[in-house]
C-alpha cells in the first residue's frame, strides 16, 4: 500500500518554507525555548562526572554559559543562513 493511499490523515499542516501565524510562532517558539533549556543544562550535568567536575560550581557554570553562548550563535546562523523562502 502507498502513502498516496491512507488519506488525509497523513498530510502535513505546514512546509518547511511556510510561515504559520505569528501567535503560533510565538508559541512555539517558548515551546522550543523550554525544550531547548532541558537539554543545555542536562548536557553538562550529565558530562561534569566524566570530567571531574561534579563538585566545582564555577566550572560547571562556565560549561553551561559557553553551551548557551554557542546555542544562541547557532540560532543566529540558522536564522540568517538557513531555509529562506524565495519570494
Not at 6 to 17: E, F, P, W
Not at 34 to 48: D, H, N, Q, R
Not at 56 to 81: A, P, Y
Request: hydrophobic content about 40%; charged content about 10%; overall charge neutral.
Amino acid at each position: 500500500m502507498d502513502s498516496s493511499s491512507q488519506g488525509d490523515g497523513n498530510k502535513l499542516i505546514y512546509c518547511v518554507t511556510d510561515v504559520p501565524p505569528w501567535y503560533l510562532c510565538i508559541i512555539l517558539g517558548i515551546q522550543h525555548c523550554l525544550t531547548a533549556f532541558g537539554g543545555i543544562i542536562a548536557i553538562p550535568l550529565i558530562l561534569s562526572q566524566g570530567l571531574c567536575l561534579q563538585h566545582d560550581g564555577l566550572t560547571q557554570s562556565h560549561l553551561i554559559s559557553t553551551i548557551f553562548f554557542v546555542s544562541g550563535v547557532c540560532t543566529l546562523l540558522q536564522v540568517t543562513f538557513g531555509i529562506r523562502r524565495r519570494s
